[in-house]
């Protein structure tokens, strides 16, 4: 089956969307995705394959879960967001253990945010959510994104603590990948209760990111947007 997976996938390859994929995910030395490759397949074309292979059976997913090729993890990624959705509540567990025990593998921006939130988040959303505190605290990049961006679920419930919770211990975070997610979900909370946004940017964004508070306010009426940016709060 995993031969056919891969062979579905390279039908839709492209060598030159590989070489602007590439630079588009920033895979030169000494960038955050160093060393990644790929073999040039746009995200519809991905998802159009996932379709067909759902029902791919789990290590094999983690084989490709594990690949070298960029467009194979997010095969896999998109193929356990689904297995997830539909699963039993077993199967959700085993899910949920296999993400967390691969992370190193979920190692750029568009892997962790097509899937932190349909399985971590989803898995966490009516159980303790200390994982995520650990994540937040992680050495890892994409770990710490993984944290952030899995209270996408809980905001899309209403529930917003947990992701001002970590937006504060990511507040002085160094990566500007961190300062557009946590910019991101704090303005996904914005959408739902603006109060409760501007409350937080109130006590915060004076030591905000730039970045992260650009993408909190992004929607915020002009005149607003400026006080923030100019410290006129």
């Known amino acids: 089956m995993i031969k056919?997976?891969?062979a579905a996938l390279r039908e839709c390859a492209d060598e030159s969307d590989a070489k602007l994929l590439q630079g588009f995910f920033k895979t030169a030395p000494g960038e955050y995705?160093?060393?990644?490759?790929?073999?040039?397949?746009?995200?519809?074309?991905?998802?159009?394959?996932?379709?067909?292979?759902?029902?791919?059976?789990?290590?094999?997913?983690?084989?490709?879960?594990?690949?070298?090729?960029?467009?194979?993890?997010?095969?896999a990624l998109i193929i356990l967001a689904?297995?997830?959705?539909?699963?039993?509540?077993?199967?959700?567990?085993?899910?949920?253990?296999e993400y967390l025990a691969n992370t190193q593998y979920i190692n750029n921006w568009d892997l962790v945010d097509v899937s932190a939130?349909?399985?971590?988040?989803?898995?966490?959303?009516?159980?303790?959510?200390d994982p995520l505190?650990?994540?937040?605290?992680?050495?890892?990049?994409?770990?710490?994104?993984?944290?952030?961006?899995?209270?996408?679920?809980?905001?899309?419930c209403g529930d917003f603590d947990d992701t001002l919770k970590i937006a504060g211990m990511l507040l002085a975070d160094r990566e500007d990948l961190i300062h557009k997610a946590v910019g991101w979900m704090l303005r996904e909370v914005g959408k739902r209760d603006l109060n409760i946004e501007e409350s937080f940017l109130r006590k915060h964004y004076r030591n905000?990111?730039?970045?992260?508070?650009?993408?909190?306010?992004?929607?915020?009426?002009?005149?607003?947007?400026?006080?923030?940016?100019?410290?006129?709060?």
């Open 4 to 6: 056919d997976v891969r």
């Open 33 to 75: 995705g160093e060393g990644d490759k790929f073999i040039g397949i746009r995200v519809p074309a991905t998802r159009g394959v996932a379709g067909r292979f759902q029902n791919l059976d789990m290590s094999d997913t983690l084989v490709l879960l594990r690949s070298e090729i960029h467009e194979e993890r997010l095969l």
């Open 82 to 97: 689904q297995k997830y959705k539909k699963g039993a509540p077993g199967e959700k567990s085993d899910i949920y253990r």
């Open 117 to 129: 939130d349909r399985v971590v988040g989803a898995h966490l959303m009516e159980k303790p959510r």
């Open 133 to 156: 505190f650990g994540l937040a605290r992680s050495v890892s990049l994409w770990e710490r994104r993984i944290a952030i961006m899995s209270t996408f679920h809980f905001i899309r």
């Open 208 to 233: 905000m990111p730039r970045t992260m508070l650009r993408y909190a306010i992004e929607k915020f009426p002009e005149t607003i947007r400026k006080q923030y940016l100019q410290g006129k709060i």
